[in-house]
């Protein structure tokens, strides 16, 4: 081989290997994506007589990383309108949980919780408030006697939730990119060294 072709050779060799190292820092510092998710369930009752909702809400992290990676707010809509706005820096347990918020809600009203990650994404779950009406008091044909039933307790029932059309973000390059990516580069290097 001639010695500028050789020359060459060595200056393609080390630009590929100088991109290579370049993309492995590069992917060692970004934060691993496959760590980062929204909560994966929710559900949500309300207490009428309380008049309180429960959010349970399923977002698995690990110990070490529940300071970085946790629920860390929580919007409550009625009908709509932002009711509240709760932050939080760390969540009470690495699965499941609930949260207990005051609300004041009536026959009719919707509620919307939203629970958003820390590090990537969010869930949200709607609640209608149903109270049954109350029972009728009858009276007998003598004025002096009256016959009333007490009514039920409140309930609330959980109306299906509609999925939200979310952008899915684009993928961050994983190992397997960076390895077929890797033999390319080699297989460029070998083809351009046998020229």
Known sequence: MSDARCRRSRGITSRVLAGLIFLMLTLAVLPPPIL????AEMKLAYNAAGQTLSATITHSVSTRESESHHVKKIELKRNGDLYL????????ATTTFTYTYAVTAGDGDVLEVTAY?????SKTERITIAV?????VYTSPSPTIIVS???PSPVSTASPTVPQPSAAPAPTPGFDVLFALSGLLAAVY??????
Request: hydrophobic fraction near 15%; glycine fraction near 4%; proline fraction near 23%.
């Open 36 to 39: 980062a998710h929204p909560p």
């Open 85 to 92: 706005t709760e932050e939080y820096t760390s969540q009470p």
């Open 117 to 121: 990650c820390s590090l990537y994404g």
């Open 132 to 136: 049954p009406s109350p029972s009728p």
């Open 149 to 151: 039933t007490p009514s």
């Open 190 to 195: 070998l083809l351009k060294r046998r020229q």
